[in-house]
């Protein structure tokens, strides 16, 4: 005989959400886990394996991974063309590497974010003036934008740094300027005018909050085209100078050698290439978290 158990419960969670949420929690978490082991490979791992950019090993030159080396160390990865140990290469590199991208959206963050909040905020000739100045900057491709620049100033980190900043700053700031201009007339921004608030005012308690999410998104998605320029200029020998080790280098010491130590520039690019997708996949989950439309799906 049937029985009314009464009207199922609102709360439960339906069958077909729980393996979305795994999904979820697995798009975030798994990315942070690689970009956390690397980043206490770029700062540990240095100082464990040490690397002499100058040294030489005659007897030890393209060891294949896994192979002894004459002073009985084990070569995990393999040694490049001057009997260098590639592991010490890589995690060195992974530390100019996040030092340069870290330094690069710091500068290129703070100081795109200042001139959208500007330009959004104040408005009229100040606003077309720049924003027409960032159109024409990022209607050129930012990599030859970037060869450019670093031909001009040398090779040097610093350099690197400003360099990509100068290619990526429009970027935060049209995002700050978008966001401003849609804070700036909300209904709490005008209150605050109303009660005599003035501009720095609105600007630090209602601007800035709203500002600050999604160019932590677009950090994140940025890192990865930081990183991936940056290689590409140390490829070219644009960027970090030779006796500093990073990932493109390592990748440019091995392109001679690919049919016979095809380990020296592939294992430094898949180190890229799973940073980079890592990255990538991080951004996209934040920017889906962030956007109330996207986080309901």
Not at 5 to 13: E, F, L, M, N, V
Not at 31 to 44: D, E, S
Not at 122 to 134: F, I, K
Not at 242 to 265: E, F, K, V
Request: glycine content about 10%; some cysteine.
């Amino acid at each position: 005989m049937p029985t009314d158990d009464g009207p199922p419960d609102a709360t439960a969670t339906p069958p077909a959400t729980a393996p979305r949420r795994r999904r979820r929690r697995l798009r975030l978490w798994l990315p942070l886990g690689v970009i956390a082991a690397y980043l206490v490979a770029g700062v540990i791992g240095p100082l464990i394996a040490r690397y002499d950019p100058i040294a030489t090993s005659v007897t030890d030159r393209l060891l294949p991974p896994g192979s002894r080396m004459s002073d009985g160390g084990l070569a995990l990865l393999g040694t490049d063309q001057v009997g260098r140990d590639l592991l010490p290469q890589i995690m060195q590199g992974a530390r100019i590497s996040l030092l340069v991208g870290a330094a690069t959206l710091l500068l290129a963050g703070t100081v795109g974010a200042a001139i959208g909040i500007l330009c959004g905020y104040l408005g009229g000739v100040v606003d077309a003036t720049v924003m027409r100045l960032a159109d024409i900057q990022l209607a050129f491709p930012s990599i030859l934008l970037a060869v450019f620049v670093a031909g001009v100033l040398g090779s040097s980190v610093t350099n690197v740094v400003l360099t990509l900043s100068i290619t990526t700053w429009p970027i935060f700031a049209r995002v700050a300027r978008a966001q401003t201009m849609a804070t700036r007339s909300r209904d709490f921004a005008n209150a605050a005018r109303t009660l005599g608030a003035g501009p720095w005012h609105v600007v630090r308690h209602c601007v800035l909050p709203a500002v600050a999410s999604p160019l932590l998104v677009i950090a994140t998605v940025q890192l990865g085209f930081v990183i991936v320029a940056e290689a590409s200029l140390s490829f070219l020998s644009l960027g970090i100078p030779a006796g500093t080790p990073s990932w493109g280098t390592t990748i440019a010491n091995g392109r001679d050698y690919l049919a016979s130590a095809w380990w020296i520039a592939t294992l430094p690019g898949l180190v890229l290439a799973v940073f980079v997708v890592c990255v990538g996949v991080l951004g996209d989950e934040l920017r889906d978290r962030s956007d109330p439309n996207l986080s309901t799906r």
